[in-house]
């Protein structure tokens, strides 16, 4: 081998190991200088940092109707926050507060002022209504006053705890104190920004925005407000939104939730939260102990919401809460001119509130569930506005379909007539003697409205007869009955999704029991007490030939931006909850009874449907009370193939064809949707 092939051989892998020596060294120096040289200071430096994870609040998802039509949503809301994680160690919060009053102050904007103390000509005094939060103030945990302390001693108190006591200027004193105080109930810490101020105008957003580009602890933060589209079309239904209280945030911190998150306070905003909340948004913040931000890492991005689809048609739930007024209104009117012409009184003239549900018998499913009277869910939160429901004596917030307890009268009828057959009381075609003071009970006497003779039970149940079905009653006994009861949905929760009363059953639910009761029970007196949304539904089962659904609100929940379902009530498999195991015969005999309700000239419902172009089913009922009666009336339609039912209540109606008519009206509209499209162009022309 001559010299130049040995050197081209040994020479490139010698250059290699040359190289990587080098590197080696190199990096072994390094290594060196950290661990051995610099490696306190890097330990001090690692363990004075401190991670914080801060969260960032989700857009909540939308509620829409049936058909997509907004409910509920969301406005952009611009805030001023003070974030805590950035002020350095060197600064004053104090300073920092003075500087956001003087940088606000010249755009005109306000800021939150949420202190119970105020500045008088006098000197200081409480704002009103602020006892409670008064009381609060006093425990050892804040000022430890005494009951009697003045106004001036809060402050000076809060003056000293918020080290401002020396401040000349009392009327910038009295503010830092307020914000003070808010941040230290809102929990103001290096993980839970504190807002300033909120609602700002675009050109307050663009000065701030310039202004604190080098300020990092001050951001213009882009939240979101609660927005009702119609505060009068479903109040008691929708339900509002509000920040967590102390024992909500108690019940609901394991879940995610911060201490100032929005969550739903009732209605369908509180029992779908888990679905419009959104997913928290998360990053990772790593601070000096000088203050100094080192690294921001976002974790998770936040994730709105659901969208959550009722069941209920909007158009439908107008018709029922505009005829609902309207009847109500003209019952009333009766009543007083009954009242100025013949000196009649208890003829409607206190009739003010009532409800209407209309249910899908396909799968029980709301349509349309009205409650008068009613409020703006717009103005819910206005104070003077929320003084004026609670003092209004006809209790607007009262949600009467769902939570209102009422004597049923004759519309239990057709059920009563049901478990006769069944357990074989009396046939279809037994007759009894109807004198027209039922007196078996001398205690207990049921009267009746005419004079029948014999009467089977198809006519019983058209005309209305009292003395037959106390007759029966009797007969069939209070534990039968109420089973049956129970087995349409009487008495029982229907499974619909916001908060509802399970009513009062007759005998299960009574304190004591006199046979006597037991008659009363049979026409819709007595103990019972049930809901419009239970007499719907068990309209919807008499309809249904005997099964009971789960009554629902909710059609379906998809993604934010509605491309894709998370959950489905589908209607084709609905959710079975009772079926009535009856002779199929006898549940066909009791359903042409009700049609002949109102097909015959004797029925009780005939004058108001005699004109209705589709067949109708139905019973009338009228409850005794302390005023006026209730009228009320349930029914379902076609007769011969149900497609919805419906149960109209006007309290102290009176006169059942009050109720009709709001039956007939939600018929109407769902049988002929076109009207309301023309209604709606004369209204606007």
């Known amino acids: ?220 933060v882009a939240t979101y407000d609660r927005v009702c589209v119609d ?29 100032n998150d929005i969550i739903g306070k009732y209605g369908i905003e509180y029992a779908a939260e888990e679905y419009l909340r959104g997913k928290t948004g998360k990053k990772t913040v790593s601070k000096t102990s000088d203050g100094t931000v080192v690294s921001v890492v976002d974790v998770e991005p936040a994730k709105p919401g659901n969208t959550v689809y009722l069941t209920i048609d909007n ?55 009205a409650s008068y009277p009613t409020f703006d869910l717009t103005k819910y939160t206005d104070s003077d506005y929320y003084l004026s429901l609670l003092e209004d004596k006809a209790l607007p917030l009262y949600d009467r379909a769902l939570q209102g307890g009422f004597a049923p009268g004759s519309v239990v009828k057709p059920i009563v007539a049901l478990a006769a057959l069944e357990e074989e009381v009396v046939t279809e075609y037994t007759p009894i003697f109807c004198s027209q003071h039922y007196d078996y009970y001398p205690s207990n006497v049921v009267n009746c409205m005419f004079y029948h003779g014999n009467v089977d039970m198809s006519s019983a149940i058209t005309q209305s007869c009292n003395y037959y079905f ?17 087995k349409v949905g009487l008495g029982e929760y229907t499974g619909v999704e916001v908060g509802e009363s399970a009513g009062t059953l007759a005998g299960r639910d009574s304190y004591s029991w006199q046979a006597g009761n037991t008659v009363q029970a049979a026409i819709g007196q007595s103990d019972n007490n049930f809901t419009p949304m239970q007499l719907a539904t068990y309209c919807a089962t008499i309809a249904n030939n005997g099964v009971r659904y789960r009554t629902h609100m909710i059609n379906k929940i998809t993604t934010y931006d509605r491309s894709e379902v998370v959950m489905y009530n589908d209607p084709e498999k609905p959710e079975i909850v009772e079926t009535l195991d009856v002779d199929k015969y006898n549940l066909t005999v009791v359903q042409n009874a009700m049609r002949n309700v109102v097909a015959s000239d004797y029925g009780t419902a005939y004058y108001s449907f005699a004109d209705f172009p589709i067949d109708v089913a ?68």
């Open 618 to 685: 139905g019973k009338t009922g009228t409850a005794e009370n302390s005023g006026s009666d209730h009228c009320v009336f349930i029914g379902y339609a076609p007769a011969d193939k149900p497609e919805v039912a419906v149960a109209v209540l006007l309290e102290h109606g009176a006169k059942g064809v009050y109720a009709m008519d709001v039956a007939r009206d939600l018929l109407n509209a769902y049988f002929y949707p076109e009207t309301l499209a023309e209604s709606t162009t004369n209204a606007t022309e």
């Open 231 to 259: 505060g009068t079309l479903m109040p008691h239904i929708l339900g509002n939104t509000g920040a967590l209280t102390a024992e909500e945030y108690e019940e609901n911190k394991d879940k995610g939730y911060a201490y």
């Open 1 to 220: 081998m001559n010299k130049n092939s040995f050197l081209k051989k040994y020479t490139r892998p010698l250059v290699c190991l040359i190289i990587v020596l080098v590197f080696f060294t190199m990096f072994t120096i390094r290594l060196i200088d950290w661990q051995l040289v610099q490696g306190e200071y890097y330990r001090e430096e690692v363990s004075t940092r401190a991670n914080y994870v801060l969260t960032s609040s989700p857009t909540r998802g939308e509620i829409v109707d049936v058909n997509g039509e907004v409910i509920a949503a969301n406005t952009t809301n611009y805030t001023l926050v003070l974030d805590k994680l950035y002020i350095g160690s060197d600064m004053s919060i104090n300073d920092v507060i003075v500087e956001m009053f003087e940088l606000l102050s010249h755009r005109d904007s306000k800021w939150i002022d949420e202190l119970p103390i105020i500045l008088t000509a006098g000197g200081y005094g409480f704002t009103e209504g602020s006892e409670y939060e008064l009381e609060s103030l006093r425990s050892g945990e804040f000022l430890d006053l005494g009951v009697y302390s003045t106004a001036s001693e809060y402050l000076d108190a809060f003056a000293k705890r918020y080290d401002v006591e020396n401040m000349e200027d009392k009327t910038l004193q009295r503010n830092i104190i307020s914000v003070r105080y808010n941040m230290e109930i809102k929990g103001f810490d290096a993980t839970t920004p504190y807002t300033f101020a909120e609602h700002l105008d675009e050109d307050t957003v663009a000065i701030v925005s310039e202004y604190s580009q080098n300020k990092p602890y001050m951001d213009i």
């Open 470 to 486: 106390a007759d029966v009653g009797r007969q069939l006994g209070i534990e039968t009955m109420y089973l049956y009861f129970e």
């Open 315 to 369: 158009d439908l739930q107008r018709v029922a809460n505009a005829s609902l007024a309207e009847n109500i209104v003209a019952a009333r009117q009766n009543g007083i001119d009954t009242c100025l012409q013949r000196g009649d009184k208890l003829n409607g003239e206190d009739c003010t509130a009532g409800a209407a549900v209309m249910l899908s018998v396909k799968d029980f499913s709301v349509l349309a569930c």
